[in-house]
């Protein structure tokens, strides 16, 4: 029986007249055993003056697909029926994919959500350009740019594994044209509104939460991975990272993520008031932990990042009138790099945000931070301070503040 999944190759042969010759696999059953073998098999397609090489390969692939039309060869158990883009997807896409367990879900959800729900029933080898192509033509009016961007790389990524594991001959993706989308939400919060906020916050945990991302740039998992370990003085090791809840120890992002994080002067008072407020800062105890439910009753485990941004700090921002879009974490990450290129370099902007530019691996994550970044840093949280109305005098700062000033 022949591989019906296949591309096969083709080549010239021919001293006088050049002719394409293409070669491709079949499966030949020995009646008296039962045991199946490959053997390779040899067509001609035409004279090497007629065709292309392209044209010779697309020749090649309708000869295939010629000799596959009566006896089509499916993975066992499947129905030619059955062989559907989800099944595809659920049961040799993903279980091939090696990246993070967080990034995996992220991009499951991703094609479940904008992919399979349209053509998730559709056969592998009846999905076409065109519908493709509409499809994504039409998330480009109401989505974002990045899930534009993100469905049009896994419709390619797909189809492009379902042609290198022999299911399709070519991928119908392979001419996708990413659309014209809305402009990416590049939303920074003004300095006025994140003292409003931070005054407004009551509790020590969340105060001191929200300081540390509004003003030492953390990724979100990096602000709920923190241990009282991570707290080293004047710096903020980023040792683990925390996923929907979830502790994810001596894991984080990239390797430059390990990096040390100034912290603030005008930071360290929240974090400090919070230790003293804390019921366990040994060095492995999370910062900022809540009751786990269910299985992790009584245990204490990381914020849902969700989660606490609905409890927390949206109720504030609702009660200060504030749109909750400005308060994400994503924001007052973008936020702290758009305000350092007006207080340092963009070498410090770069560094302070842990980005490629700077490599800092988790063997030498111990040397010393550049000054010029802890300068800017602190010069960056002044000036936001200073921006709270009515203006703050030395007497309304903190103790530990007054005297650094």
């Known amino acids: 029986m022949t591989l019906e999944y296949q591309r096969g190759t083709v080549f010239v042969q021919g001293k006088r007249r050049k002719m394409w010759y293409g070669k491709y696999r079949v499966w030949q059953k020995d009646p008296s055993t039962g045991v199946s073998s490959a053997k390779q098999k040899t067509k001609k397609i035409g004279p090497k003056s007629e065709f292309t090489k392209f044209a010779a390969e697309e020749r090649l692939r309708e000869m295939i697909a010629a000799d596959n039309a009566t006896a089509p ?37 991703e094609i479940k959500r904008y992919i399979l729900r349209q053509f998730g029933n559709g056969r592998l080898k009846e999905i076409g350009l065109f ?13 974002s740019d990045s899930v534009v961007r993100h469905t049009y790389t896994n419709m390619r ?34 300095a006025s509104t994140i003292m409003l906020i931070l005054e407004g916050l009551s509790d020590p945990m969340d105060r001191c939460a929200f300081a540390i991302a509004v003003f030492c740039a953390l990724r979100t998992s990096e602000v709920f991975g923190l241990t009282w370990g991570c707290c080293q003085e004047e710096h903020l090791a980023i040792k683990h ?8 120890p001596n894991k984080v992002k990239t390797t430059d993520s390990r990096a040390l994080v100034p912290i603030p002067d005008l930071v360290r008072p929240y974090i400090e008031t919070w230790r003293a407020a804390s019921e366990d800062t040994t060095p492995d105890a999370l910062m900022f932990p809540t009751n786990g439910k269910r299985s992790r009753k009584g245990q204490k485990v990381p914020f849902d990042s969700t989660n606490f941004m609905e409890r927390r700090i949206y109720p504030i921002a609702d ?9 994400k974490f994503q924001v007052l ?16 902007a770069q560094t302070a945000l842990r980005h490629e530019s700077v490599k800092t691996t988790a063997n030498v994550y111990m040397q010393p931070v550049p000054q010029s970044v802890t300068a800017a840093l602190n ?27």
């Open 73 to 109: 060869s499916l993975p066992a158990g499947v129905a030619t029926k059955d062989l559907t883009l989800e099944w595809f997807v659920t049961n040799r896409h993903l279980p091939m994919m090696s990246c993070r367990a967080t990034t995996k879900k992220c991009t499951e959800y």
């Open 131 to 143: 519908e493709l192509q509409t499809h994504l033509n039409k998330l480009a009016l109401n989505f």
């Open 157 to 190: 990524s797909i189809f492009n594994s379902a042609v290198d594991q022999d299911f399709i001959a070519k991928s119908p993706a392979r001419r996708l044209q990413m659309p014209d989308t809305r402009t990416p939400d590049k939303t920074v919060i003004p």
């Open 241 to 248: 990272t925390a996923f929907e809840g979830r502790f994810q």
């Open 319 to 327: 009660k200060l009138r504030i749109a909750r879009s400005l308060c």
């Open 333 to 348: 990450r973008r936020t702290v790099g758009t305000d350092l290129q007006s207080h340092g370099t963009m070498k410090d």
């Open 379 to 405: 010069a960056r949280t002044k000036a936001v301070f200073n921006s709270a109305r009515p203006a703050r005098t030395e007497a309304d700062l903190p103790p530990a503040v007054s005297k650094r000033i």
